[in-house]
């Protein structure tokens, strides 16, 4: 069996202390730094978002799987030359103002991260304004909000409002989640699209700047 494919089995098994040892070896072998990402650290995260999405994982595997996954990944990037791990775009993502969970939204950057995009992760209980200056200061292509309470769930309208005000709206796709989230709230709101879960976040951000 290749470093690969134990490395990513590790990872789909949480192993984090694995995964470092399997990592250090392939550095040690000089193995392609950037192989050992995408073939096999992320390979590892791919079957993981499979499995969460059809139900046979469930968060507290995936967080460990993503944790496994971004030790090795944070071994392997002070070897790779500057640009070498070409970002897909930019993707801004937080918990609206008035909320504060999280796991859900962790899981999607978490997701994000493996699959090539650069997160910048605002947290929870976030206003408005702030997305507003995280996605023109990185010039985001893509806007994720997260809500978990029905009372906070307005407070997306008011997040897209803000954009249009700023004249920024057309320049970024905005795509919200949580548990009572639905595509017929997101089409009410004026979202670019909806997603259940992690993995379905990811496949639609693909979709929406492809």
Not at 34 to 57: A, E, P
Not at 111 to 136: N, W
């Amino acid at each position: 069996m290749s470093n690969f494919e134990e490395l990513s089995k590790a990872v789909i098994a949480g192993q984090e202390q694995k995964v470092k040892e399997l990592t250090q070896l392939s550095i040690n072998e000089g193995v392609d730094p950037l192989s050992i990402i995408n073939d096999g650290l992320i390979q590892g995260m791919n079957v993981v978002g499979q499995r969460f999405k059809v139900g046979d994982m469930f968060v507290p595997e995936v967080l460990m799987s993503a944790r496994a996954m971004s030790a090795g990944v944070a071994m392997v990037k002070p070897l790779l030359l500057d640009g070498q791990m070409t970002s897909k775009g930019t993707v801004v993502i937080g918990t609206v103002k008035g909320d504060l969970h999280d796991i859900g939204k962790n899981l999607v950057g978490m997701m994000l991260e493996s699959s090539g995009y650069q997160v910048i992760d605002m947290g929870v209980d976030t206003a408005s304004e702030e997305f507003i200056a995280a996605v023109k200061e990185n010039k985001a292509q893509v806007l994720g909000l997260s809500a978990l309470l029905t009372t906070t769930m307005l407070s997306m309208k008011d997040t897209i409002e803000a954009l249009k005000e700023e004249g920024i709206r057309n320049d970024v796709k905005v795509l919200i989640g949580g548990a009572p989230i639905s595509q017929t709230f997101a089409d009410e709101i004026g979202a670019d699209g909806f997603a259940p879960d992690a993995a379905s976040a990811t496949e639609l951000v693909g979709r929406l700047i492809g």
